[in-house]
């Protein structure tokens, strides 16, 4: 400790009240401050981590990893226009359609009488739950008591072919 004279107080190397000197490596919190709270850019530390590491970039890297991936952008639900049940037939012989197509009986197409080209209906049997979504690219059926022939593909997605016939519930989804 350095000499002082008679009357006066002590100076240390490390004090503030030296003019020159060093002063300490860690900043010193004042009482002021302490009052105050945190400031506005300290964040809150993760969960289960010592805010007094300093440690920013493992923060960092927690917050980037806590943020949902970007998920694969999904089909918007299809708004229903109308719907009801009626009887629905196949059919798989290569003709040209109303549409001026050429019919597949692999693609999952249906004909309806009077339902617009192109609309897309949802086609369900209510026995097993299963459905599938045919373009409608005909006209027909004319039996009676049916409203909808499906392609072959469409049929058997649902049903059992060798039916021939089966009862379904149909929706008329906006496009």
């Keep these: 400790m350095p000499a002082t004279s008679a009357g006066s107080t002590p100076t240390h190397r490390n004090s503030p009240d030296h003019p020159g000197t060093a002063t300490s490596a860690k900043p010193t919190t004042t009482p002021r401050a302490q009052a105050e709270g945190p400031s506005s850019t300290d964040r809150p530390s993760p969960a289960g981590q010592d805010s007094s590491t300093g440690d920013r970039s493992s923060s960092a890297e927690q917050q980037s990893k806590s943020r949902p991936a970007k998920s694969k952008p999904t089909k918007p639900k299809l708004r229903v226009l109308s719907s009801g049940t009626c009887g629905a037939s196949y059919y798989g012989e290569s003709q040209m359609t109303a549409g001026g197509e050429r019919f597949g009986p692999n693609a999952l197409t249906a004909a309806h009488k009077t339902l617009p080209l192109g609309s897309r209906v949802r086609v369900t049997n209510p026995r097993t739950g299963e459905s599938v979504t ?42």
């Design 134 to 175: 045919v373009r409608i690219n005909d006209r027909g059926p004319y039996i009676g008591g049916r409203c909808l022939d499906l392609s072959t593909a469409a049929f058997a997605a649902i049903g059992n072919t060798g039916a021939g016939v089966m009862r379904v519930r149909y929706e008329v989804l906006a496009r």
